[in-house]
């Protein structure tokens, strides 16, 4: 499958996720939820572990950088990120605080272009105004 349907797919769970974090916020605090949401993380890592085993082995053998890194990336989005988003979605509109927590690509594109080298276009130039001009018209 190609990366832009993959992409569509994230877009698609990441989108249905917040309706269901909504109704279970309304009757708890966001860190317990955050506490509750990681052991569905956990729960759903187990079925990968039960059908995927090799996954797990290239785990297992990942070099200790890139091991590094992406944990420093799951406790940035998964802990850290997702405690202000818990915080937001608790108290504000599902309409209104998903959109703009989903403006992070902003942040994506200007990381990319300083520490990656990737290249400005009009299109990314275009894509990151929208995004700015969503969440100045949300706010």
Known sequence: MQPFYWALLT???????PLFEKFGLSKIEPFPGLII???????????????????????????????IFIMLGG?????VGQ???YRAL???????VVPVAAGYPIISFILGVL??????????????GLIVLGTILLK
């Open 90 to 96: 608790k108290f504000g509109e599902l309409s209104k």
């Open 75 to 79: 406790i940035l989005a998964s802990v």
């Open 37 to 67: 949401r990681c052991l569905g993380v956990i729960l759903g890592l187990i079925l990968v572990v039960i059908f995927r085993s090799q996954t797990v082995k290239e785990a297992i053998v990942a070099k200790p950088q890139a091991a």
């Open 83 to 85: 405690m202000f988003f």
């Open 115 to 128: 520490f990656l080298s990737e290249k400005i276009s009009i299109a990314k130039i275009s894509g990151v």
């Open 11 to 17: 877009a698609f769970f990441w989108g249905a996720a």
